[in-house]
């Protein structure tokens, strides 16, 4: 009996032990699942209720916070309403008329009119109506809202393509609801009625004799010839990228992958007459799809206006306008605008200029930088003013216009600047001061953050984090929005505690359904970034103010407002910037200095005496204003400013004006002979040190020179005692017969370099022109400013010798630059043994504007006539209201 009672004892354990099992392993698989129903990976069954996706912002990251990501996250909470489903969106597109039919099919969204004005565009998505912040009555009052720096991305474009890496699904931008936005009739309108009469820019060119045009016609067909060959290595071995590496026949794409010498080279095309070309790369434009990219995390929004928008407008309008088939471009233009109106959501409508386009950030309120560059800042009024015009959208003129008057106001402001009438580089554009008192937090929540407060002691006592991390002691959670950006990120980083991690209190709102930290003391457009003041009309300052007399013609001469800045720019440059270089010839030429204030002041000015290939703009912008405001004195400063520009080309080596210099000044503009010896000084400024160092190397050289006799007489009384009257048996010659030991001298001093010889033997390993003191970067990268520059005295002027100047240019630029696919940056303009080295880079401009400004400066001048256009910084034609 015992035994059948263990028995069946073990055998209750087994049956016991087999379900547990049993079990164990059912619930296992169940967990092995679970990441794929989380992700969404299983199929659903047929006929199962199906779910409905979480709006994009809601969506959780299939990725992991990289080491150093100092991107914010998403929101852990947002107050506003979320989108509609993404069938419901399309259901309610498709419920309303397109502006596009009839027009050739492409694949985009379907544009309709949304914000209630007939004819207008957006995207289809529709707008959730959202919590609206407090907004002023009118565009005056946009510098007195509160805000705060977003973040800013200060690596060049070129320098910021991000690795690709294969995923799944593809991310695409979605219209968010907009923060801060601007009542209809607060919007700032486009000015109506019939354009003023404007004086006549262009030269009145007389008939020219045959052999003149057989001349000309002969240098056009050369400059089409290599516009053909740079597009043909293009098309054969980057289609689509935006740039083709010209030496590795490989691609690059810095600007979003959104083909940008395609889009950019689109009105060159039909300049030139390359109308089989123009037609494909239509065809391509219609596959780009402008809501998504694998290179870049965010969209750099001043090269995007104007390579893209500006290229998509100004082949819209040369190609025929509306009157053409190509409504494609317009439409695509409008879809990419829609995208980059995003950037103006602040609470002061100051752009944001590098814009993180996923949904995940999108939706979240952002400020506009704290160091936005002025030539960013102010390079997007012609692009978004043209895309009004053709479509009749107010709002895209508003989002610009609150731009022009911020800057007219600080360029009104007593001691706004340093120099009265131009910008420091960079400008503090978050309408933020945060180095005021903050009022309470109680005092701006939302009424249910206060009850919350006065309910829960404990929890009134947290204080809402500013960037100090000094709140109380509080529970541990993990609430709240985390940024590796910082206090500058304009990204609201919820409650927290005194060590920096988030607490578990609900985050508050203000009314206004802004995080309860987001607020500040307001302030205008103030001068940005740290140090110094710098100004300049080079990197990051030059395009802003080339558009002001611009976006004066634009506009028909109906703002007065562009004249008027434009003036005070140009009164500022030749009062604090221009000056003459020193060199042999004595060359009557001028170029722009670059200006640092200390004490932001025009009291304690130093001067960088640079010649950069960026400022060669200049001359153009001057004569242009000069025609347009009768100021003839200004036409000659543009003149002497190309002048500079030509020379710069034609005292190097290959013909070939370098990247960034400096220069030798003259005391004065009007009084300027070379001078060697002072030449000599400035590349050399250690004169009086060298001058000291070779007197102590005289000196030294007849101590070393008594030391060394003093040797040799030693060792000849050594070898013969008989000298000194010494007993010779006391010296026997060596027993093995080897020779005597030979003289040990000291060393003899090294002879320094004389002050003549340091500079010739620097003016020799630099191969520096007279007048030169330093260059700083000797590469081309294919760049048009001085080309420009010359185009527009031509047209201006009238004067054939601006033909011969470009002429030269040309050749030496194409002899330098050209390989087998098309052409590339020269790493060294001043090489002189060989042919320089090739960078393998081919922007997108060299397509854009460089060859189209060599071609039209011998173009018929009726094709594209100054008094019938005008061009944005990126060389694209925008026609002028009659």
């Not at 005021?436 to 009850?451: D, F, G, H």
Request: charged residues 25%; contains cysteine; glycine residues 8%.
């Amino acid at each position: 009996m015992f035994r059948l009672r263990r028995s069946r004892v073990l055998l209750a354990c087994a049956v016991v032990i087999t379900v547990l099992l049993y079990h164990v392993y059912k619930n296992s698989a169940q967990w092995d699942h679970s990441p794929e129903i989380w992700r969404a990976k299983t199929a659903p069954q047929a006929g199962a209720p199906q779910a409905q996706p979480k709006p994009a912002h809601d969506r959780d990251h299939d990725h992991e916070k990289r080491p150093g990501d100092t991107r914010p996250q998403k929101p852990s909470h947002d107050p506003r309403p979320p989108p509609p489903p993404p069938d419901a969106a399309a259901a309610a597109a498709d419920d309303e008329p397109s502006p596009t039919q009839g027009a050739p099919t492409i694949r985009i969204p379907e544009l309709k009119t949304s914000d209630g004005v007939k004819g207008g565009y957006s995207l289809p998505t529709k707008v959730p109506s959202v919590p609206e912040a407090q907004l002023p009555s009118g565009h005056e009052e946009h510098g007195k809202q509160i805000g705060d720096e977003g973040i800013h991305f200060v690596d060049p474009p070129a320098k910021h393509q991000a690795d690709v890496i294969a995923t799944a699904t593809t991310v695409h931008w979605t219209k968010p609801s907009e923060w801060f936005p601007v009542p209809e009739e607060s919007l700032i309108l486009l000015p109506t009625g019939k354009p003023k009469t404007i004086p006549s820019v262009q030269f009145a060119f007389a008939d020219e004799s045959p052999a003149a045009k057989a001349k000309r016609e002969q240098r056009l067909a050369k400059v089409k010839e290599e516009a053909v060959h740079a597009w043909s290595g293009y098309k054969k071995y980057a289609w689509t990228h935006d740039e083709l590496t010209p030496v590795s026949n490989g691609t690059k794409d810095p600007f979003c992958g959104w083909a940008a010498t395609l889009v950019d080279a689109l009105d060159t095309l039909w300049i030139m007459g390359l109308k089989d070309e123009f037609e494909d790369a239509v065809e391509a434009v219609k596959e780009i799809d402008f809501t998504t990219t694998p290179y870049r995390d965010e969209i750099p929004v001043f090269e995007t206006t104007i390579r893209y928008l500006g290229g998509l407008l100004g082949a819209y309008d040369v190609a025929g306008g509306h009157d053409s088939k190509y409504r494609v471009l317009l439409d695509k233009a409008v879809e990419l605008a829609e995208i980059l109106m995003g950037v103006f959501d602040t609470p002061n409508r100051m752009p944001v200029l590098y814009y993180n386009w996923k949904p995940d950030f999108t939706v979240n309120p952002k400020r506009a930088s704290t160091g936005a560059g002025v030539a960013e800042l102010g390079t997007l009024s012609m692009e978004f003013t043209r895309l009004a015009q053709l479509t009749g959208k107010n709002k895209y003129y508003d989002a610009v216009a609150r731009i022009t008057d911020a800057l007219e106001d600080l360029q009104n402001r007593e001691n706004g600047t340093a120099i009265p009438g131009i910008f420091p580089e960079h400008l503090d554009a978050s309408g933020c001061n945060r180095s005021a008192p903050l009022p309470s937090t109680l005092e701006i929540s939302s009424e249910a953050a206060q009850n919350q407060a006065n309910d829960d002691p404990q929890r009134a006592s947290i204080e809402y984090d500013t960037g100090n991390n000094s709140s109380p002691d509080a529970n541990e959670g993990d609430h709240g929005v985390q940024s590796g950006a910082g206090s500058h990120s304009g990204f609201h980083r919820g409650p927290r505690k005194r060590d920096g991690r988030p607490t578990t209190a609900p985050t508050p709102f203000t009314a206004k359904g802004l995080p309860a930290d987001w607020d500040c003391v307001a302030q205008n457009l103030t001068a940005g970034g740290w140090g110094p003041g710098q100004y300049s009309m080079g990197g990051n300052q030059d395009s802003a103010y080339e558009y002001f007399p611009k976006q004066y013609v634009l506009l028909g001469g109906l703002v007065p407002k562009y004249r008027a800045m434009h003036e005070k720019v140009a009164e500022a440059v030749k009062k604090y910037l221009l000056f003459r270089p020193m060199a042999e010839g004595d060359p009557d030429i001028l170029f722009s200095a670059k200006v640092l204030s200390s004490d932001g002041t025009a009291e304690k000015l130093t001067y960088d005496y640079e010649v950069t290939h960026l400022t060669c703009f200049l001359g153009g912008m001057f004569a242009l204003g000069g025609k347009l405001f009768d100021r003839p004195e200004d036409v000659e400063v543009g003149k002497k400013l190309t002048d500079g520009c030509v020379w710069a080309y034609e005292v190097m080596p290959t013909g070939i004006m370098p990247e960034y210099a400096k220069a030798m000044p003259c005391k004065s503009q009007h009084d300027c002979h070379f001078d060697q010896a002072a030449w000599y000084e400035a590349l050399d400024p250690n004169k009086e040190q060298r001058e000291k160092e070779m007197e102590e190397y005289h000196a030294k050289t007849a101590e070393w020179q008594h030391q060394v006799d003093d040797l040799k007489t030693r060792q000849a009384e050594e070898r013969n005692p008989r000298l000194t009257g010494g007993d010779e048996s006391a010296s026997p010659p060596d027993a093995t017969g080897s020779p005597t030991k030979e003289l040990v001298l000291p060393p003899k001093p090294q002879k320094p370099l004389t002050h003549e010889e340091f500079v010739s033997q620097q003016i020799q390993e630099q191969h520096l022109p007279s007048g030169f003191v330093s260059l700083n970067d000797k590469r081309y990268i294919l760049r048009p400013e001085a080309i420009e520059s010359v185009w527009y005295m031509y047209r201006i002027t009238g004067d054939t010798e601006w033909q011969e100047k470009g002429w030269r240019m040309f050749n030496a630029v194409v002899r330098a630059t050209r390989t087998a696919a098309g052409h590339s940056a020269i790493r060294n303009v001043a090489a002189v043994d060989g042919p320089p080295t090739l960078e393998d880079s081919m922007e997108s401009f060299w397509l854009a504007e460089t060859l189209k400004y060599f071609y039209l400066l011998f173009a018929p001048p009726d094709v594209i006539s100054l008094d019938e256009w005008v061009l944005n910084t990126e060389a694209h034609p925008f026609r002028r209201p009659t």
